[in-house]
């Protein structure tokens, strides 16, 4: 009986060894160093995304605070991205100041 359970735990670590020697041989050819920069590079990416979103998130979150101290101290709204660089209605526009002459 003992004999047998040698057996069997050998046969289970050889088929264990076997397959570990497997995976680090396939991962040393040219197709398995290629799998494995492009998981890197996958995960880089993705890590970059990420700093990104919140980078993102807290500008418009200090954006946001900024405008509000303004509103606070000045009692004037920020206009808007949109509302800064659409053109003024045709009615505001004055012409400007015509400049005196020195002899004038």
């Known amino acids: 009986m003992k004999r047998m359970f040698w057996l069997g735990v050998g046969l289970a670590a050889g088929a264990y060894i076997a397959r570990r020697a497997q995976s680090a041989a396939e991962s040393l050819t040219p197709a398995g160093i290629g799998a ?4 890197g590079l996958r995960e880089l990416g993705a890590g970059i995304g990420a700093f990104g979103a919140e980078v993102r998130a807290g500008m418009a979150e200090r954006e946001h605070e900024l405008a509000v101290m303004v509103e606070r101290r000045t009692g004037d709204r920020l206009p808007t ?3 800064a660089l659409a053109d003024p209605p045709a009615h505001a526009v004055s012409s400007p100041p015509r400049a005196r002459r020195a002899g004038a």
């Open 81 to 83: 991205l949109g509302e």
């Open 36 to 39: 494995n920069l492009a998981d």
